[in-house]
């Protein structure tokens, strides 16, 4: 089955240890998007790829970077996490109309 | 004001009642209305996609949109317990600005129970 795939599904890091999610897919979608969620929250597109072409939220914290080296993947990159960073983290894929968007499983990230 | 308000819940109702979820916006640019259903500690899945104004049915699934009052509704015939997950509504403008960004509810927590 065509998917979207995301690990770990569970981190843990240490306060201000950089850590990396990966995100990949199997849809051959152009667009790949990442979304933190915290608890009873909606989604928030932290950014997104269309195709190679980046594309960041204006409130998106510099903390938060981003790396897709082909269709299929897609890493988020967080420098120095917070205790603020605690959240799942979401990635999304879309064809080129953007409408429909198919999430992954998430990965909750967990900062001590 | 939030652009996209949606009631929390939890809504609870009885296996088999009709569920009723519902959202109001505020920016009469959207056009794509989605529903989406997220299982606890789990990535939404998409449910239903509508364009503009009217009702779209996908099995026991009906959207409503109504953007003259700026008003989507979800309903959920013959409810199941595994129905039972935070259902979120999303939309957009489509428009080249907000390309890909959609506009998300909070979601409202249904239990459904046997």
């Known amino acids: 089955d065509a998917m979207v795939i995301q690990n770990p599904r569970y981190q843990v890091t240490q306060f201000g240890k950089p850590v990396t999610l990966s995100c990949s897919q199997t849809?051959?979608?152009?667009?790949m998007y990442w979304y933190q969620q915290k608890s009873s929250q909606a989604p928030k597109l932290l950014f997104h790829?269309?195709?190679?072409?980046?594309?960041n939220e204006a409130d998106t914290p510099d903390n938060f970077q981003s790396r897709r080296p082909n269709t299929s993947f897609c890493f988020l990159d967080i420098r120095s996490p917070g205790l603020g960073d605690a959240a799942m983290y979401l990635c999304?894929?879309?064809?080129?109309?953007?409408?429909?968007?198919?999430f992954g499983p998430g990965t909750r990230l967990t900062v001590t | 004001q939030k652009e996209v308000e949606q009631d929390p819940g939890p809504l609870s109702v009885p296996e088999g009642a009709i569920v009723s979820l519902n959202c109001t916006y505020s920016?009469?640019?959207?056009?794509?209305f989605m529903w989406y259903r997220q299982y606890s500690r789990k990535g939404p899945e998409l449910l239903m996609y509508?364009?503009?104004?009217g009702n779209k049915e996908d099995g026991r699934f009906t959207a409503q949109v109504d953007k003259s009052s700026k008003y989507i509704s979800l309903f959920i015939r013959d409810s199941q317990p595994s129905d039972s997950a935070t259902y979120l509504c999303a939309m957009s403008t489509g428009t080249t600005d907000s390309w890909g960004k959609l506009q998300f509810g909070a979601g409202t927590q249904v239990v459904v129970t046997p």
């Open positions: 849809l051959n979608h152009n667009v």
């Open positions: 999304a894929t879309s064809s080129r109309t953007g409408y429909e968007q198919y």
């Open positions: 790829y269309y195709d190679k072409d980046f594309n």
């Open positions: 509508t364009y503009s104004s």
């Open positions: 920016n009469s640019a959207f056009q794509y």
